[in-house]
Structures are given as structure tokens and as C-alpha cells.
């Protein structure tokens, strides 16, 4: 194997690394989406204007961002300053510009 060869497939392997670390997660059986409960950095799509994807949030519990949790547990999960979870983007928390 040349070292051309070997360069393109050590770079392809990468590649799909991280495409498939910023894929957006399609919600897996059992879990739902759920806004406003994710720390900086840790949430798993959806920030908002001004960022892409995982990972991405700019601050704690950022209402526009989401975190995959167990089915039925979104409303219910207790969250610092008397926060809630909610099942659709929330306007809270957001990143000052």
C-alpha cells in the first residue's frame, strides 16, 4: 500500500468519525426531546440562531436546545431556579449576543 493510499484512507476514516459524532440523533424508541435542560456544551441538537448542532449550546439550561431523555420524564425533571423541561423550544436561558 502506497503512503498516498494509506494518507486518503486514515483521512476517510476520520471523516466519517466526525460526521457521525455531529449527526443530528434522531430520537431513539423510548426517549423524547426535551428543551431547557441541557448544561453548556452538552446539548444534543438544536441551539438555536448562532450555533450548529451537539454540543453547541452557549449556557446552562439554554431553552432553545434540547437533550434526549427517557419517554415521559421531559416535565418532570427538577432543574435549578425552579426550571422546567418542556417538549418545545423555550425562550429562557438564551445566550446573551
Known sequence: MTMHTRSLMIAAALTTGIAASTAT?????GQEKCYGVALAG???????????CAGTSKVDYQGNSFKLVPEGTCTSMELPGNRMGSLTPLERDMPKS
Not at 440523533?25 to 424508541?29: C, F, L
Request: some cysteine; aromatic content about 0%; charged content about 10%.
Open 25 to 29: 440523533p434522531a430520537a431513539a424508541a
Open 42 to 52: 452538552q446539548n444534543d441538537c438544536k441551539a438555536g440562531p448562532g450555533t450548529t
